[in-house]
């Protein structure tokens, strides 16, 4: 049986860290410059073909307080039903909402399953 020692001679320097430093600065520079320039140029050619604004407001439309049971309502609408009584805006604010409560969901799920393996192992870190 060979048994394998962990080494306490890695020393992790600066070095690595000004690399990734500098890696990331370089793409943020690059990045900015982009949207920059592309910003500049739609306004020079008022061009906005990207998002038009919603140009009226079609009222005050949200449920009565306490309401039991309006999220579930909410939940079961469709994209299309929601988009048009919403707007672009808070239709991509929903979606992204929508999608973090199924990534929390995902985590909880699998906390609730690793949770407890990992209190039962018997592997302990020195």
Partial sequence: MTSYEV?????VGW???WVTGIVVGVQF???YAFFMIKRSNDE???VFD????RQHSLG???PPPFQPHWYLKAYQMSDSETLRCVGLD???FLRLL???ARLTALGTGLSIILIPIYSTGTARGN
């Fill in 7 to 11: 080494s306490s001679d890695v020393v």
């Fill in 15 to 17: 070095s690595s860290i």
């Fill in 29 to 31: 520079v690059l990045c």
């Fill in 44 to 46: 020079r050619n008022k």
């Fill in 50 to 53: 990207l998002y038009e604004t």
């Fill in 60 to 62: 005050h439309r949200s």
């Fill in 90 to 92: 808070s239709y991509m």
């Fill in 98 to 100: 929508r999608f973090g």
